[in-house]
Each structure stands twice: as structure tokens, then as C-alpha cells.
């Protein structure tokens, strides 16, 4: 690209832009597609005049993405990418569509006509699509799930009418916090999801996907080292506890690299997670509510994973006086698994992320510092904090112990 001092002619630019070949993304190293991806934003920050980055925000943030949003979500609750996925390379008629889902066939054109512009269909006719490498990514169970729960819970766009009702300061309450504004309930964000088992199974299926997209913390964690190493190892000892664990999917990874945990495992969750889950071989499922007293005395290891960024500070010190109890000295660690964010050049993922927790929580996802300061004012100590060996992660583990 030519330099602001040497400014390249628009047709060179052009040209040079033309020819560079762009392979897919999935044909790429994680290290390389995301290098060549802040390149070409970078490419694009350059290019745009700022009165043209404030419109995209005013228009295109607002009223397009949610309709591209809008569009998708209507496409997964009308099953309409799998069904283009089932037809493989033969076209679809939005004729047909309607017929299949009793749906209006001008709604299907044009929530179809959206779905093409943003690549989740392809049109090859007047009111006939086929499937896109997009079309069969969304029609994953964490792809779908991930539609639903972050279109139907979200109360982000209600922020502003909040702040302007109750003073532009950040809500601590997780039972009147924006989510309440947004939906005129007096339910948490998680009572609403729990009360709908379609919603609860969307949840899981979503953060199973998140977790699975990211480098597993015990694969860069010590475990050996700082937590197996002095296990008691008794028939009745317990290894671990996942503390609000959902299904299981990390404690399932966790056993996979450590086969010598099994039987020492436990997985820990409301009600109404535990009773829908399928018994999983060396794992012991309990049912159990964080903000109330640990029933697991003296285990090696409590370990949470994204839960104290769904809470306000208050909150996470009953969480973690609960767990301060339940630990052994000397003996028991706490491990926290979480965002940790960086004090300067935050990833635009985990700082919108932050503000979502806000609206739908009163919840933060945190700075280093701040977690340190958070879980040493229940009278822990913070003996480290781990950081993920990716560069474009911010999770981090915090480990704390009892004072001597």
C-alpha cells in the first residue's frame, strides 16, 4: 500500500487492491487469517472518511444489523437454512419454503432478499436460492442457539432510555438492571431463560460453542503441577468442582486430559440444567445454587468458568464467600476462569462483550487488576493470574487461596 507521503494514483490502488489473490479463511493458519483480517480492516479504516464510520454506525448498527439480525433469526425459527442445506446444489423456491413452513410466501421473499445480500443464501433465480458455506455454519445447534439467545434476551438497544431514567451510572442490581427495563419483568436474565427449556437448551448449546472456539485452560494451565500434584487422591476426595458448570462440557475436557480425575470430578448447576442432563462416566452431577453454602467440603480445586462476569461486585462476593468456606487451608485452591481484560487495546469482542454483560446482568467483565481486587476483599489471596498464550484471548485464570 503506498505511504501518506507518496500517495499511489487511484487506478495503482486500485490495481494493486485487484490483484491480490484472497484464499478462504478456512484454508489459513488461526495465526495468519487473523493477521491478514487486521490488515484488511485496517485497509477499510483507511479508506473510510469519518463522516462515513459515524453514519455506518448511526444507520448500519442500528437499523441494519438488526435487520440483518431480525432476518436471520426469522430464517432459524422458520427452519429455512436447513432446509436449503437438506437440497444441497438444487434450488430452493421461496414457493416452496412457504408451503413447507406455512409461513407468507412475500414474508419468505423478503426475509430472503436480506438473508442473500449478507451471504446466508444465494440467489440463482427470481425467488430461488441455494446454500452458502454461511447457510450451513447458522444451521449448527450452537450457531442456531446463539441466534435465538442473543436476539430474544438482549436488552443492549434499551441501554441509552435506561441511562437516561436512571443517571448515566453503572447498574449494580442483577434484579433491576436494564434487562428488567427492556422487558418490564421482574425475572433475571437467567430465571427467563431457565423458565423455557427451548431457551435453556439454546443457552447450553451456545456456550458450548464459545468454549469450544477457544484454547482449553487446562491446556496451558499447569494442572499437573498445581492441582494434581498434592490430591489426596481418597476414594471420597474430590479433584474438582465446576462450579456452574452447565453441561459438563469442561469438566468432559478435563477428564479427556487427565483420565487419572475420574470419579474425583464434580459438576455443579441449577436444577434445571442437572435433571435434563445425560450421566456422564467418572463425573458426579450436583445439583446446587452458587449463592448458597458450598455442600463440597475440602476439595482440591473450585473452579468457575465465566460466572463472576454475569454478576456485580456484591453478588461475586457471596460466590466467593460461599466457596471461601467450603475450602481446606493450605490445601484448596480457587480457580477462576474469565475474560481478563487488558488496561489499553481491548479486542472489540470482549469490550462489547463487557457492555452486554452490563445490560443484561448488571455484570462486568473485568480488568487483571480488578479481579484482584475483587477477590481479595472476601479476605482470599490472589497467588497468580494466568494468561492465555493467545495473543487475541483475553481469558486469563485467577488463582486464590485461603491466608495463612
Not at 448449546?205 to 494442572?223: C, H, L, Q
Not at 460466590?319 to 472489540?348: F, H, T, W
Request: one cysteine or more; a negative charge; hydrophobic letters at 40%.
Amino acid at each position: 500500500m503506498a505511504s501518506s507521503q507518496h500517495p499511489a494514483s487511484g487506478g495503482t490502488l486500485l490495481s494493486q487492491l485487484s490483484a491480490v489473490e484472497i484464499p478462504s479463511g478456512e484454508t489459513l493458519d488461526e495465526r495468519t487469517r487473523r493477521e491478514a483480517l487486521a490488515v484488511a480492516k485496517g485497509i477499510v479504516d483507511a479508506l473510510e472518511k469519518p463522516e462515513e464510520v459515524v453514519m455506518r454506525y448511526a444507520n448500519e448498527a442500528t437499523l441494519q444489523i438488526m435487520a440483518h439480525r431480525v432476518s436471520l433469526r426469522v430464517g432459524v425459527e422458520l427452519g429455512l437454512f436447513r432446509m436449503l442445506v437438506q437440497r444441497g446444489v438444487t434450488p430452493l423456491s421461496a414457493k416452496r419454503m412457504a408451503e413447507q413452513t406455512g409461513a407468507e410466501l412475500l414474508l419468505v421473499v423478503r426475509i430472503m432478499r436480506v438473508v442473500c445480500v449478507i451471504g446466508f443464501a444465494k440467489e440463482v433465480g427470481v425467488q430461488s436460492y441455494v446454500a452458502t458455506r454461511l447457510t450451513k455454519a447458522i444451521t449448527s445447534p450452537a450457531m442456531e442457539g446463539a441466534m435465538m439467545i442473543c436476539h430474544d434476551y438482549s436488552s443492549t438497544w434499551q441501554l441509552p432510555q435506561y441511562f437516561q431514567a436512571h443517571g448515566y451510572t453503572c447498574p449494580t442490581d442483577s434484579s433491576d438492571c436494564p434487562f428488567q427495563w427492556a422487558f418490564k419483568t421482574k425475572q433475571t436474565y437467567f430465571e427467563r431463560i431457565h423458565e423455557s427449556p427451548e431457551a435453556m437448551k439454546a443457552f447450553n448449546n451456545f456456550m458450548k460453542e464459545i468454549r469450544s472456539t477457544r484454547k482449553f485452560w487446562a491446556d496451558w494451565y499447569p494442572v499437573e503441577e498445581e492441582i494434581i500434584s498434592g490430591f489426596a487422591g481418597g476414594p471420597e476426595d474430590v479433584l474438582l468442582v465446576d462450579v456452574g458448570g452447565g453441561n459438563g462440557h469442561d469438566l468432559e475436557s478435563f477428564l479427556a486430559s487427565f483420565p487419572q480425575a475420574k470419579g474425583h470430578l464434580v459438576l455443579q448447576d441449577l436444577p434445571g440444567t442437572i435433571e435434563n442432563l445425560k450421566p456422564k462416566d467418572g463425573i458426579r452431577a450436583m445439583a446446587h445454587d452458587f449463592f448458597t453454602p458450598q455442600p463440597v467440603k475440602g476439595a482440591r480445586a473450585y473452579y468457575t468458568h465465566f460466572v463472576l462476569h454475569d454478576w456485580p461486585d456484591e453478588k461475586c462476593r457471596v460466590i466467593l464467600r460461599e466457596l471461601m468456606a467450603a475450602m481446606k487451608p493450605g490445601y484448596s485452591k480457587l480457580v477462576l476462569n474469565e475474560s481478563v481484560l487488558p488496561d489499553i487495546d481491548c479486542s472489540p469482542w470482549f469490550a462489547t462483550n463487557d457492555i452486554n454483560m452490563m445490560a443484561i446482568l448488571a455484570g462486568m467483565t473485568r480488568s487483571q487488576s480488578q479481579y484482584v481486587e475483587l477477590v481479595e476483599s472476601v479476605g482470599l489471596e490472589v497467588v497468580k493470574v494466568w494468561r492465555s498464550p493467545d495473543a487475541e484471548d483475553a481469558e486469563g485464570v485467577i488463582v486464590a487461596v485461603l491466608k495463612a
